[in-house]
Each structure stands twice: as structure tokens, then as C-alpha cells.
């Protein structure tokens, strides 16, 4: 898929959001990508699926035994992922405030693993995904989410693939533009 062809999907489902949010992160943006609209249409899930897993090398694509996915957001994607590169897709929760497998979810020692997110910003969520597969046994193998919203400098161990790179800028509380301070915050994303 091109860029243009993600960004049409965003745009179709309502899923690209302009005003005043703060970021699971912490961080504030005039925009924000609500991925579970984008991913609520089952067809446009599995499309935009299918592309991420092109953009993976083939022998990541195939050394991959397992695909987890950090809930809320990644569940979907997680799962889609999971179905184009016809592997066993779960999930990470956190119950009491850090990830964990739970709902009879494990890994196999050394089973090669694929984290897959929606949207990655801070890059927090990931790795505390990425240490909950290696705490459980399981390698990671790589990376890979729709979105990449990541400030320069944020890297990760494992190789990264986003279907989309958007450079949003985001602020801290302190440093808020007054044009983005003058509208009402909302917090959209699934972490209160």
C-alpha cells in the first residue's frame, strides 16, 4: 500500500482527528489517529494488514512463529497481522499495570515472536511489550505497527516497520502553542 492509499483509509473512516488531544503518551497534538475506527470495517483491517506484512523482509515474514500484540489497541492488528502471515496471533494485558499473558496465552522458550502495535509514539508500550515476550520465554523477532508517530532518537533493539510514518508535532503541558492551549482538551485513546 502507498502512503496515499493508508492516509485515504484514515481519512474514509474518520479516523484522522484534528483538535486538541492528549496522548496516552502524556504529550499534546492537534491531530490525532483513532486506529480503532480505522480498524472497526473487518475488509479494511485485513487490507491494511496485508500491507504491513509486505513491507516486512521475507525472512522476517517467515521466521516469525508467533504474533502478540499489546492490548487494547494492538488487538486487532495484532490479530490481522496474525491471519496474513497465517500465524497464531495473541495478546498482552495489563492487570495490574504491567503486561502479562493471561486467558491461557504463552510462549514457547525461544519462540520467535512478532510484536505488533497500532500506533507507536513514545515507544513505551512497545518495549514493555517486547520485555513481557522475553520474560515469557519467547524471542522477538521485530517490530512492526500501522502507525510510526516516533520522535527522532526514540529506536528500538529488534528491526521496526510501520505501514505509515506521520510527523504530527507534539507538545508537553509546559510548552503548549497558545492557538493549541486556546481549544478544550480531549483524551481519545484507551488509556485514562
Same mark, same amino acid.
Given at each position: 500500500m502507498?502512503?496515499?492509499?493508508? %492516509?485515504?483509509e484514515f481519512r474514509?473512516?474518520?479516523?484522522?482527528? !484534528? #483538535?486538541? &488531544?492528549?496522548l496516552s503518551? +502524556?504529550r499534546?497534538?492537534?491531530?490525532?489517529l483513532?486506529?480503532?475506527?480505522?480498524l472497526?470495517?473487518?475488509?479494511?483491517?485485513?487490507?491494511?494488514?496485508?500491507g504491513?506484512?509486505a513491507?516486512?523482509?521475507?525472512e522476517l515474514r517467515s521466521?516469525v512463529?508467533?504474533?502478540?500484540s499489546p492490548?487494547?489497541?494492538?488487538?486487532?492488528?495484532?490479530h490481522e497481522?496474525?491471519?496474513? %502471515?497465517?500465524?497464531?496471533?495473541?495478546?498482552l494485558?495489563r492487570? !495490574? #499495570?504491567? &503486561?502479562?499473558?493471561?486467558r +491461557?496465552?504463552d510462549?514457547?522458550?525461544g519462540?520467535k515472536?512478532?510484536?505488533?502495535?497500532?500506533?507507536?509514539t513514545?515507544?513505551?508500550s512497545?518495549k514493555?511489550?517486547m520485555q513481557?515476550?522475553?520474560a515469557a520465554?519467547?524471542?522477538?523477532?521485530?517490530l512492526a505497527s500501522l502507525?510510526d508517530?516516533?520522535?527522532?532518537?526514540?529506536?528500538?533493539?529488534v528491526?521496526y516497520?510501520a %505501514?505509515?510514518?506521520?510527523?504530527f508535532?507534539t507538545?508537553?503541558?509546559d510548552?503548549?502553542?497558545p492557538?493549541?492551549?486556546?481549544?478544550?482538551v480531549?483524551k481519545p485513546?484507551?488509556?485514562?
Amino acid at each position: 500500500m502507498t502512503e496515499d492509499e493508508v %492516509l485515504h483509509e484514515f481519512r474514509t473512516s474518520e479516523a484522522l482527528l !484534528e #483538535g486538541h &488531544f492528549k496522548l496516552s503518551s +502524556g504529550r499534546h497534538s492537534a491531530y490525532y489517529l483513532q486506529c480503532a475506527r480505522v480498524l472497526m470495517e473487518p475488509m479494511r483491517a485485513s487490507r491494511l494488514a496485508a500491507g504491513l506484512a509486505a513491507k516486512l523482509p521475507r525472512e522476517l515474514r517467515s521466521s516469525v512463529e508467533k504474533v502478540v500484540s499489546p492490548a487494547m489497541g494492538g488487538i486487532i492488528i495484532g490479530h490481522e497481522m496474525g491471519r496474513a %502471515l497465517g500465524k497464531e496471533a495473541i495478546f498482552l494485558e495489563r492487570p !495490574e #499495570g504491567t &503486561f502479562e499473558f493471561r486467558r +491461557g496465552f504463552d510462549l514457547k522458550e525461544g519462540e520467535k515472536v512478532l510484536v505488533v502495535e497500532d500506533v507507536v509514539t513514545t515507544g513505551l508500550s512497545s518495549k514493555e511489550a517486547m520485555q513481557a515476550v522475553g520474560a515469557a520465554g519467547g524471542s522477538v523477532v521485530g517490530l512492526a505497527s500501522l502507525v510510526d508517530r516516533r520522535a527522532q532518537g526514540i529506536t528500538f533493539h529488534v528491526p521496526y516497520y510501520a %505501514l505509515l510514518e506521520i510527523a504530527f508535532p507534539t507538545y508537553a503541558e509546559d510548552e503548549l502553542p497558545p492557538e493549541l492551549a486556546a481549544i478544550p482538551v480531549t483524551k481519545p485513546g484507551s488509556r485514562k
